[in-house]
T-cell receptor, first 118, second 110 residues
Framework: GAVVSQHPSWVICKSGTSVKIECRSLDFQATTMFWYRQFPKQSLMLMATSNEGSKATYEQGVEKDKFLINHASLTLSTLTVTSAHPEDSSFYIC??????????????FGPGTRLLVL | QKEVEQNSGPLSVPEGAIASLNCTYSDRGSQSFFWYRQYSGKSPELIMSIYSNGDKEDGRFTAQLNKASQYVSLLIRDSQPSDSATYLCAVSNSGYALNFGKGTSLLVTP
């Protein structure tokens, strides 16, 4: 159990285009999903927290108009990188929080999406 | 600033030895503690979660938590070359996002 999928796994696009990445919790409902970005040999950087049915909360320094997040259902969140530029090339990883009563919360990660902007 | 500190390594251990990975955190309100493993080019994979003081064992892995010292560790017994990866410590104050350390690189040599 607790499987999270991401699609696509790889995307190459031209500068100025928009890219949508999907994150799905396959066997559990996730009221909260998180979007991270990781540059080579660096640690995970939280970009935003996405709650189902409400606006995402963005971390300081992350442009909400550039990185559009939609969490339309308890199993799906999407991240759209608008007007992508080469500096947006990175490894984007989502995670979904599975609530376990009495035991705290556990985040499960998707396999990630590699974005290359030419 | 809520911080999670890990030694970046690399930590090198011979095959079959015990690898000991350490993590300290600054937020005394933290309630949930996790260890993730991340292979190069892959996303993090959950190894262990621990919520109360003491030890928690799962196969070759043992997580240890000491809330008074704000310290959590991961022991890997009988280390294998396939354990070579970056290990991320993550801490949460219930209801908030995980706060990750920068990770410790582990190298298990044959």
């Amino acid at each position: 159990g607790a499987v999270v999928s991401q699609h696509p796994s790889w995307v190459i696009c031209k500068s100025g285009t928009s890219v949508k990445i999907e994150c799905r919790s396959l066997d559990f409902q996730a009221t909260t999903m998180f979007w991270y970005r990781q540059f080579p040999k660096q640690s995970l950087m939280l970009m935003a927290t996405s709650n189902e049915g409400s606006k995402a909360t963005y971390e300081q320094g992350v442009e909400k108009d550039k990185f559009l997040i939609n969490h339309a259902s308890l199993t799906l969140s999407t991240l759209t990188v608008t007007s992508a530029h080469p500096e947006d090339s990175s490894f984007y990883i989502c995670s979904a929080r599975a609530l376990r009563a009495g035991l705290g919360e556990t985040q499960y990660f998707g396999p990630g999406t590699r974005l290359l902007v030419l | 600033q809520k911080e999670v500190e890990q030694n970046s390594g690399p930590l090198s251990v011979p095959e079959g030895a015990i690898a000991s990975l350490n993590c300290t955190y600054s937020d005394r309100g933290s309630q949930s503690f996790f260890w993730y493993r991340q292979y190069s080019g892959k996303s993090p994979e959950l190894i262990m979660s621990i919520y109360s003081n003491g030890d928690k064992e799962d196969g070759r892995f043992t997580a240890q938590l000491n809330k008074a010292s704000q310290y959590v560790s991961l022991l890997i017994r009988d280390s294998q070359p396939s354990d070579s990866a970056t290990y991320l410590c993550a801490v949460s104050n219930s209801g908030y996002a995980l706060n990750f350390g920068k990770g410790t690189s582990l190298l298990v040599t044959p």
